[in-house]
């Protein structure tokens, strides 16, 4: 579980966010343009801190300003979705994918496996010799998702995964990621200004405007209706 | 025509050549972790670093030559400290490299921290995330993508050091066999009215500096693909 309550002072104004996410839900945070929604992403995922408060995952701090505890990027196990992908462009899809490897604690045949799973997962297999640029935007998207998720991450970070695409492959993805987010049991968060894609996605939507929570929303799709689900606190 | 090739002094070629690539190595060393810093991180007094290290790309040569006469001339501060370790700079080969270096220094760095500038920090993230260090951020993602951008920095600088004239005169003079560089040997040679030589190291030294340049350039459309 994800457990998030911190502040950061942004240039507009001042960020403050209070969460908690189960395995297997949906957190999404809807907002317009410049809410301050990518910042909250950026300090789940360590690339910024927050000023105060903490940040827990499976009962971690990974943030703690009182205890001093900022664990550094790399030590999160955070898979992180970027808003263009960020696939680097002088590696191929393969390297793309392979690049966390290395950096695994354990890089025995389980991660084999889990690494071929991924591969069908999102269908790419047959892309894995070629560059990014040679990707259409929906494959780029999986590449990136595949490459997320080939960390063996134990939280999901997804920002505007769809902005970029065109309406079919938008539908066809958000299929796509509804069905597999069920197989990996971990919380994800998805940030999005689009309400189509938050609808769609989320199992808890929170409404973020100039850094501030102003609405938090309980979906009835949500797949573990009994239990306690992504609560704002 | 039929050239005597034996009359001419070919030490000039070998201590160009031998500058050049010491004084571009010289000046990555130190101008890619200068840019990196000065791209990453902002600090008191950081334009009065940028505003100086520019410098010798501004000044007249002979300024500069100058400058490193009186930093290490016998009497200079650095000068006179090796002078009592029994070491000398000026009139070597040594000061040759470092009147290179300097006045190449600042083409090597412009270019590196414009090329650490166009990477976008997306990728970096994207490394971080994905489990990288920052060292293994730097090496497997920042300078592979930087790298054009600083492959004309060395070309630039390596070409800079190869033509270096003014600065060099002043603290290496012009000792032929021990500090006469092309561009030296060609102003004295015409200067005496030895056609022969200036007309043979003008054609060495155009041939060799367009070839780079061909293949700085090829290789580029090459690796910029994407």
């Not at chain 1, 409404?207 to 239990?227: C, L, V």
């Amino acid at each position: 579980m994800l457990k998030a309550d911190f502040e950061k002072e942004l240039w507009h104004f001042n960020l403050q966010v209070s969460f908690e996410v189960h395995a297997g839900q949906v957190l999404v945070l809807w907002g317009p343009s410049g809410a301050g929604k990518t910042t909250v992403l950026e300090c789940l995922s360590g690339l910024k801190h927050p000023d105060e408060g903490q940040i827990s995952l499976n009962g971690k701090l990974l943030f703690s300003n009182t205890g001093g505890i900022n664990l550094p990027s790399r030590k999160r196990r955070v898979g992180y979705l970027f808003q263009n992908y960020a696939l680097f462009p002088h590696m191929t899809v393969g390297e793309n994918i392979d690049f966390g490897r290395r950096y695994q604690p354990d890089k025995d045949s389980s991660y084999q496996r889990w690494w071929e799973d991924l591969m069908q997962a999102f269908g790419i297999g047959h892309l894995i010799n070629r560059y990014s640029y040679q990707l259409s935007g929906g494959e780029k998207q999986r590449v990136a998702l595949a490459r997320a998720m080939a960390v063996r991450p134990d939280l999901l970070l997804l920002d505007e995964p769809f902005s970029s695409l065109d309406h079919e492959t938008k539908l066809d993805l958000r299929r796509e990621l509804n069905a597999v987010k069920k197989t990996w049991d971990i919380p994800v968060v998805l940030v999005t200004h689009d309400r189509e894609d938050a609808d769609a996605l989320g199992d808890c939507i929170i409404t973020i405007d100039h850094g501030q929570m102003i609405q938090s929303q309980r979906m009835q799709t949500a797949n573990k209706p009994n239990t306690q689900i992504c609560n704002s606190l | 025509m039929n050239i005597p090739w034996d009359l001419i002094d070919w030490y000039p070629i070998w201590l160009s050549i031998k500058v050049a690539f010491l004084s571009a190595g010289v000046v990555a060393v130190l101008a890619l972790p200068l840019a990196r810093l000065m791209e990453k991180y902002n600090f008191r007094g950081r334009d009065f670093v940028e505003a100086f290290v520019t410098l010798p790309l501004v000044l007249p040569p002979s300024v500069v030559g100058y400058g490193l006469l009186v930093l290490i001339g016998r009497r200079g501060l650095l000068g006179n400290f090796l002078h009592n370790m029994g070491l000398s700079l000026v009139f070597t080969w040594w000061a040759v490299v470092l009147a290179a270096s300097v006045v190449a220094f600042p083409l090597m760095y412009q270019s590196a921290r414009g090329a650490f500038a166009s990477v976008n920090p997306d990728y970096e993230k994207a490394a971080r995330t994905l489990g990288a260090g920052e060292l293994a951020v730097f090496f497997r993602v920042t300078l592979p993508l930087a790298w054009p951008g600083i492959l004309s920095g060395l070309v630039l600088s390596f070409a800079r050091a190869m033509g270096e004239f003014g600065a060099t005169l002043m603290v290496a003079g012009n000792i032929p066999g021990r500090t006469q560089t092309i561009p030296l040997a060609i102003y004295f040679a015409v200067e005496s009215g030895d056609k022969l030589t200036a007309n043979t190291l003008v054609g060495i030294i155009s041939v060799f500096c367009f070839a780079l340049i061909l293949w700085v350039n090829r290789w580029k459309q090459k690796y910029q693909q994407y």
